[in-house]
């Protein structure tokens, strides 16, 4: 298991992506990334809560103090129509990027 | 979009701080809580588990620091620490804040204060429509020699108005305006108010509007119409009337003697921005003036003192305007005048619009001295800020060792100005709020019909944006010395090193600034301190103890005693009524009141009878009753006393009249008159020379040569002041004396009343609150001199302490020490009072009008001026060279 430091803006459309299937806390969205990632990536602490913090301030995502599974307190985030629209953005300017670096990378010469 | 969000959550977080720090710690508990939670399904104990857990998550405070960064607030927090701090440092600083403070408070207080009242009685332009193109005209005489500022205007007239309004091309209109005093019946209690005539175009030519009703019909305006109609001020209307909405179509009972009107009805309540014109006024009638003078078109030119109100067209300039008033006036000189008609047009026959203030004069003067006083504050809080700076160079060197920008220096510098210059404005508003208070008090003595001063939103506002200002200078500037200067020199004598030419050099120039202000205040000052001495010390010529005085006007008169034998009836009788009174000595009338300069002013010709006609001018002629003379105490050096025996052809004239026009011959018995009589007509006969009595005021010492023409109590007037000389105190006469006419005639009401002692007193309220003002401003300006001095030499010995110390441990006596640094202010104060001499000897110039008996260049004033300086420079640098003194020069100099 390696730590990853994410390109700019990688991690937030991560989160982001995450959030769109419904709400979830801190920890339920570094489990979740490191899931679907087939756990190939892993989201250190030290950058998700300011991260999170982050967005929420900019208006992407909310956050609210709910119980969790086991009944205990949690903070539970949720995508705003803001994030919609920005996760719409960030995912079509990566999958543009992705393709370019990878047509890049393929080529022979 | 987002921009806003994030300033709206930051604004937000401040508030839920609380909140956002709760769930922050919240959710970190619960990731390590997971983080556990894993490890001991791997296997691990309880203990174990947490360990690994907390030690996986790292620095938990340091991620809570991350996120706080995230919900910026943190400008906001930064910005409170920074004011606490600033406050933690004014509060150390005690002595220093505390002069910067109450310094600039003084300023800014007196500033706004002079500016509000320079602003709402001389620059703030008309609340009219259009007030750019409104002038009122004046038909101004020739002023010189003349002292009093009503002089040398007179008003215009319903003559020149009538001409004006059906020949010009030039004007969009024009309004006549002319106040009255006249008796009002309010609510059921007869009382003397002023009242407004206006034309009926008045309300249309100002743009007002009327706040109940309507204003005059051309129809009320005729002077035909038994109808009469009134509009009252919204003052009035709100403070005699309760406001009452009711009250169109009531009957207001007024004694008017210009019209004859009893009962008027109220048609109309007036916006409050027309009583400008006359704050006093609660009523406006229609001008509809119909008395045989003022219709002859011969005479009535200049005769009365009617506001004329023009409105120019547009693209007309005032000197155009004036052009055509001047040829129009010509025209009526050389073809309509009769010979007194002419005599006005040849006094009065220059035309100006807009006359200055009268007080506009004294508020440039106060103006000028609250800017020099701010001028010095502002020098003495530079000093103080750039001392500052030097003795924290220390803590700043420091601070930036340990690396602290120079924005946060800066910005920490930026917030301590400004919070001492906040509490400063804030002392400063308080202090202008009450002074403006006290200059209402004194306004409505000096000018009562102008409508009170408010300290105007504007110059607040001012006042905040220069605060900032200053703040941003006072702060920067001497950090920008500093660093330029100081900190580049990486030694522990950093301290020292501070103080460097440049800084030096700044708060030389400073001292020597502030001395040459102070000294040119501290001029002024004493100039009109020794002016109001030497009016004080103006030997009167009569005696005002024991004298009391009561004014009898048209207005209650004329009304109810309208034929000449009816009010010679009345005069006889409040003659005899007034020798009841138990303990009156002596009564008299006199025509003209006492110090009011206001009738016969200006020169009047006389002619000798059997003598060539000269060009003898006589200033002031006085009607008064026989016993004038002994009432007042005015003895008579030649000639005698009027008797009861004579007639109004009896004459007095004072000492002053013979010293200018029979310098060398006895007067007595010389007939004069204003005229030269037809035979066989009795001329007006000189009985006896007075002593110079200087009834018109203090001030007319020189002013003109008074006669006085006998005025047998039987003779029927109008328009009187009585005079009583009496044993007893002053209050229980006046108030007999009241009771004693009310007993006659209730509507006996008195203009004014009160000792002759009082009358001299507020005769002098304009000279003595000014001279009381510039000696503040000037002991201020002195006071901020002396701390200005004393805080820059108590620096420099702070700083030459290692100098000092070697000098006397290499044998210097204590007096070289002590002359040295007395040397040091001194040098510096001379050479502004070097400076401050050569300005005042040029500002004093404009001080003149105020002087009396003294010359701008009275060698006295200066030497004394200068004396007083040196001391206060000596007191300041005395207690830096006593602490000099006191220095061990070893201690001196381990201290390095």
């Known amino acids: ?109 | 979009m987002e921009f806003f969000n994030r300033i709206k959550n930051s604004i937000l977080n401040l508030f839920q701080k609380k909140v956002l720090e709760e769930e922050t710690k919240e959710e970190m508990r619960l990731h390590i809580e997971h983080l556990q939670e894993r490890y001991q399904s791997q296997g691990m104990s309880k203990s174990e588990a947490r360990k690994a857990a907390l030690r996986d998550f790292g620095n938990a405070e340091k991620l809570k620091e991350d996120c706080r960064d995230s919900w910026g607030t943190r400008v906001i927090s930064d910005l409170i620490r920074d004011v606490r701090y600033s406050f933690r440092s004014l509060r150390k600083n005690k002595g220093v804040s505390g002069v910067v403070i109450l310094t600039l408070a003084v300023c800014i207080g007196v500033n706004a204060t002079f500016l509000s009242a320079l602003y709402s009685l001389v620059l703030k332009p008309l609340p009219v429509k259009e007030p750019e193109n409104l002038v009122q005209l004046f038909n101004s005489g020739n002023r010189s020699g003349s002292r009093t500022t009503s002089d040398g205007y007179s008003h215009s007239s319903w003559n020149q108005y009538n001409e004006f309004k059906e020949r010009s091309d030039l004007f969009d209109g024009c309004a006549l305006r002319y106040a009255v005093t006249e008796l009002m019946t309010v609510n059921g209690s007869i009382r003397r108010t002023r009242g407004q005539k206006v034309s009926g175009d008045f309300f249309n030519l100002m743009g007002a509007r009327p706040l109940l009703g309507r204003f005059f019909s051309p129809d009320e305006c005729n002077p035909t119409n038994p109808e009469k109609v009134i509009v009252l001020t919204q003052t009035a209307w709100e403070n005699h009337y309760s406001a009452n909405p009711k009250i169109l179509g009531t009957q207001i009972r007024i004694d008017d003697f210009t019209d004859g009107g009893v009962h008027y009805t109220v048609i109309g309540v007036a916006e409050r921005t027309i009583e400008v014109f006359d704050a006093k006024a609660l009523y406006f009638t229609p001008f509809r003036f119909f008395n045989r003078d003022i219709g002859n078109p011969a005479k009535a030119r200049y005769l009365f003192n009617m506001d004329l109100w023009i409105r120019l067209k547009p693209d007309v300039s005032r000197e155009t305007a004036l052009d055509q008033i001047r040829s129009m006036d010509r025209r009526w000189y050389e073809e309509i005048a009769d010979e007194e008609g002419r005599r006005g047009y040849e006094r009065y026959g220059l035309h100006e619009f807009d006359k200055p203030h009268s007080l506009e004069r004294y508020l440039y003067l106060l103006e000028a001295g609250s800017l020099l006083l701010l001028l010095v504050g502002c020098f003495n809080v530079m000093n103080l800020n750039l001392n500052r700076v030097s003795q924290k160079g220390y803590e700043l060197f420091i601070r930036s060792a340990l690396g602290a920008s120079k924005q946060t220096t800066r910005r920490l510098w930026f917030v301590e100005s400004f919070s001492l210059i906040a509490i400063a404005l804030g002392l400063g508003i308080l202090l202008a709020m009450v002074s403006v208070e006290v200059l209402n008090h004194y306004l409505n003595t000096l000018s009562p019909s102008t409508i009170p001063i408010n300290l105007d939103k504007r110059i607040v506002a001012g006042s905040l944006i220069f605060t900032l200002l200053l703040a941003a200078v006072m702060g920067l500037l001497p950090l920008q010395i500093f660093w330029r200067t100081g900190s580049i020199q990486r030694d522990d004598r950093v301290q020292r090193t501070v103080s460097s030419k440049l800084s030096q050099r700044l708060s030389s120039g400073m001292i020597i600034g502030q001395v040459a202000v102070a000294f040119t205040m501290l001029i002024c000052a004493v100039m009109l301190f020794r002016s109001f001495q030497k009016v004080m010390a103006v030997d009167p010529g009569f005696s005002s103890k024991q004298v009391v005085q009561g004014r009898l006007d048209w207005s209650a008169i004329g009304p109810f005693y309208k034929k000449r034998s009816e009010a010679s009836d009345l005069k006889q009788r409040i003659h005899s009524t007034m020798k009841d009174i138990p303990g009156v000595e002596n009564v008299a009338f006199i025509m003209s009141g006492m110090f009011s300069g206001d009738l016969r002013r200006g020169p009047i010709a006389f002619f000798v009878r059997g003598e060539p006609p000269n060009e003898s001018f006589l200033r002031h002629g006085n009607a008064v009753s026989p016993e004038f003379f002994t009432t007042m105490n005015i003895p008579i050096i030649e000639g005698r006393n009027f008797n009861a025996g004579d007639t109004g052809r009896a004459v007095i004239v004072d000492e002053l009249f013979v010293s200018r026009f029979f310098p060398d011959r006895s007067p007595i018995g010389l007939e004069i008159s204003n005229q030269i009589l037809p035979d066989g007509e009795p001329w007006p006969r000189i009985v006896g020379v007075s002593r110079r009595a200087n009834i018109r005021g203090l001030e007319e010492r020189d002013d003109g040569a008074i006669i006085y023409i006998n005025r047998p109590v039987n003779v029927g007037d109008w328009e009187y002041t009585i005079l009583l000389r009496s044993s007893r105190s002053a209050t229980g006469v006046i108030r007999d004396m009241q009771s004693a006419l009310s007993e006659i005639d209730p509507r006996l009401a008195l203009v004014y009343v009160g000792t002759l002692d009082e009358a001299i007193d507020e005769m002098l309220v304009g000279r003595r609150s000014i001279t009381l003002l510039m000696g503040v401003f000037s002991l201020l300006t002195l006071l901020l001199s002396l701390l200005g001095i004393y805080a820059v030499i108590a620096y420099d010995v702070s700083l030459r302490r290692r100098e000092i110390g070697i000098r006397s441990a290499i044998g210097a006596s204590k007096s070289t020490i002590f002359k040295m640094v007395l040397n040091q202010g001194l040098s510096k104060t001379v050479v502004g009072l070097t400076v401050g001499i050569l300005v005042s000897l040029y500002l004093s110039r404009f001080l003149e009008q105020q002087l009396f008996d003294i010359s701008t260049i009275d060698p006295g004033i200066y030497f004394v001026a200068l004396i007083v300086f040196i001391s206060v420079a000596l007191i300041a640098s005395f207690l830096p060279a006593q602490r000099a003194l006191r220095f061990d020069p070893i201690e001196a100099l381990r201290a390095e």
Do not use: C
């Open chain 1, 1 to 109: 298991m390696t730590n990853h430091v994410f390109p700019k803006g990688a991690l937030e459309m991560l989160i982001m992506k995450v959030l769109s299937n419904g709400s979830h806390h801190g920890w339920g969205i570094a489990q979740k990334i490191h899931l679907l990632s087939s756990e190939a990536l892993t989201v250190e602490e030290g950058s998700l809560y300011p991260t999170l913090s982050r967005m929420q301030q900019r208006g992407w995502i909310k956050g609210k103090l709910g119980l969790s599974e086991n009944n205990r307190q949690a903070k539970y985030y949720t995508l705003t129509s803001l994030g919609k629209m920005h996760l719409k953005q960030e995912q079509k300017r990566w999958e543009e990027l992705a393709a370019g670096i990878a047509q890049v990378l393929k080529s022979n010469d």
